[in-house]
């Protein structure tokens, strides 16, 4: 008689994948690193990369290590202000400021990261506030 061994279903990512995945993301992103050199420096490849960001795999603790050591950051820094409520990922927790996933994903672009890093450098409050006055005025526009 065969027997056939039951097929194992495959953990889904929870909202912690998720968000461990979107800070390996935008850290990546804040040192101008491809998916395929971090790939390259933990042994994997870009699609494998992809996966861990998305959260559509889980990154284990030995990898999160030598994420870590590539990305030049403690591992904590993954799990920084993560909403106490794991499920609210993305919503909101009640007791944190809501980012919409529209912002996350703007900071997180090539043109966020150029903007952010540009706006950084701008030392004085003054031009800073002219700066957010014109992009506001300049969006009103349709160009």
């Not at 008689?1 to 390996?24: F, Q, T």
């Not at 904590?76 to 400021?97: C, H, K, L, V, W």
Request: proline share 6%; aromatic share 8%; net charge positive.
């Amino acid at each position: 008689m065969l027997s056939i061994a039951p097929e194992k279903k495959r953990a889904k990512a929870n909202a912690v994948d998720i968000y461990v995945g979107r800070r390996i993301r935008q850290r990546r992103r804040w040192q101008n690193m491809p998916q395929a050199a971090l790939g390259e420096a933990i042994g994997v490849t870009f699609q494998q990369v992809q996966k861990y960001e998305k959260g559509s795999n889980r990154v284990g603790a030995g990898r999160l290590q030598q994420i870590s050591d590539a990305l030049e950051v403690h591992p904590s820094y993954f799990f920084e202000d993560m909403p106490d409520d794991t499920q609210s990922i993305g919503q909101g927790a009640p007791n944190q400021a809501y980012i919409p996933p529209e912002v996350i994903e703007f900071a997180a672009s090539d043109e966020g990261v150029e903007l952010i890093r540009a706006f950084s450098r701008v030392g004085n409050p003054n031009v800073r506030c002219r700066i957010v006055k014109l992009l506001k005025s300049l969006g009103e526009h349709d160009w």
